[in-house]
């Protein structure tokens, strides 16, 4: 049922932030490759340093100027159009319209595309969206980040996505603690394939968290990224 004087959303729109690309990808393990990005509007998290408010935090952007609801044949259309082998969508939060998302996913999957997901690991894969998706770049957030811990961390989500061996971990460190408390975590849930990458906005920044991160990194057996979009482009949006 819909509202008075609301459209009907059919099932099948997607709530797109934005479309961009072609561009580098700057972060885990495809971090250097050449992509496009699809990002979605809304998150079910509040992070105190999220770098893309503008996708979910109506108190301060105008949802109706940031967003629209797009048919998922437009969406794959749209992205077709870019040169790219890999495609990424992120967020805020995908994970939210995976019904919407999966035949965004499969089209571009006949299409010879590699689809990988962005995620802050709330929300465990189901089917249809889940086939189609060659890996997710699982993102929890840690208590730097604000909110509660059962907000942000869902243990059974996350062994669900590990679950799927198509799965990799990245998380923001920002200080000695963070590394202390991703290795608890990772003790607890047997996590694998973990990367870990500073909270960095400038290229100077990036640099000196990568050098704080190197030791703690090699000695836990954790894979650092570094943010190769902001040593190129900072805080530029779309790069
Ligand atoms: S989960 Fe990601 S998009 Fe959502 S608020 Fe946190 S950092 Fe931002």
């Avoid at 965004?104 to 709330?122: D, F, M, Q, S």
């Avoid at 062994?159 to 799927?164: E, L």
Wanted: glycine share 8%.
């Amino acid at each position: 049922m819909t509202g008075r004087g609301l459209l009907p959303v059919a099932r099948t729109d997607v709530l797109l932030c934005e479309v961009f690309g072609p561009t580098l990808q700057g972060e885990g393990p495809s971090a250097g490759q050449i992509a496009s990005f699809l990002r979605t509007g809304d998150c079910n998290l509040a992070c105190t340093s999220c770098d893309t408010p503008y996708s979910w935090d109506w108190q301060r952007f105008s949802r109706a100027e940031q967003t629209r609801r797009v048919p998922a044949a437009d969406v794959a259309a749209e992205l077709l159009q870019h040169p790219t082998r890999l495609v990424v969508v992120t967020g805020g939060e995908p994970m939210l319209q995976q019904s919407q998302l999966a035949p965004v996913a499969a089209r571009l999957k006949k299409a010879g595309r590699r689809v990988e997901i962005e995620t802050n690991g709330t929300i465990a894969p189901a089917g249809g969206l889940d086939e189609h998706v060659a890996l997710y770049v699982v993102s929890p957030k840690l208590a730097h980040m604000g909110g509660p811990e059962h907000r942000r961390i869902r243990p059974e989500v996350l062994i669900a996505f590990q679950a799927t061996r198509r799965a990799v971990f990245k998380f923001v460190l920002d200080s000695p603690a963070d590394a202390e408390e991703l290795a608890t975590l990772q003790d607890q849930l047997g996590l694998e394939r973990v990367w870990v990458m500073p909270e960095a906005t400038t290229a100077a920044a990036v640099v000196g968290g990568m050098r704080a991160l190197a030791d703690v990194a090699i000695e836990r057996g954790w894979n650092v990224s570094s943010r190769l979009h902001v040593l190129l482009w900072e805080d530029e949006r779309g790069r």
